[in-house]
């Protein structure tokens, strides 16, 4: 039961994150949420059974604006799919890491548009160099994610109850 997921919706229907039920139920009994779908399953008190959501909204409208998305590696490693950017190997062929495309000894910045997911063999074959100065390509130029994106690539496997949401 403490393995359930509840997806939590701006007042728009756009997707801001998942949460535990127990955080469901509490915005929900506050008042600051209101349930769109439930979960078939219920929990009781000593008097009362209360049904568990799957999906809630909240009251207020939440500009999307406020949402940051910060460059760390596991961002930039579910912005480009677990694959290495260079040769397009998974994490389950090669040890994965992040690379500069331009690199930090040449005043590369720790940014969205500079940094990209890449095999060990790749990071080590480019070293500090310019991508000109190699034979590597990229599968597709590095850019910031929007965070309703980064969202649906977090949440993975989907409840059937939230698809229409994502």
Known sequence: MDD???????SSYKPIELITWQDAFI???LKKAYVVEYTQHWVHSATQKFQIPAVIALIRFVDEKIFTVPCTTKNVMLRDGHLCQYCGKSSKEAQLNIDHVVPRSKGGLTSWENVVTACTSCNQTKKDLFLHETTLKLAKIPKKPSYRA???KKIGNVNDSWIRYL
């Open 4 to 10: 359930i997921n509840v997806l939590k919706l701006d």
């Open 27 to 29: 915005l929900t009994w």
């Open 150 to 152: 980064l969202i649906r």
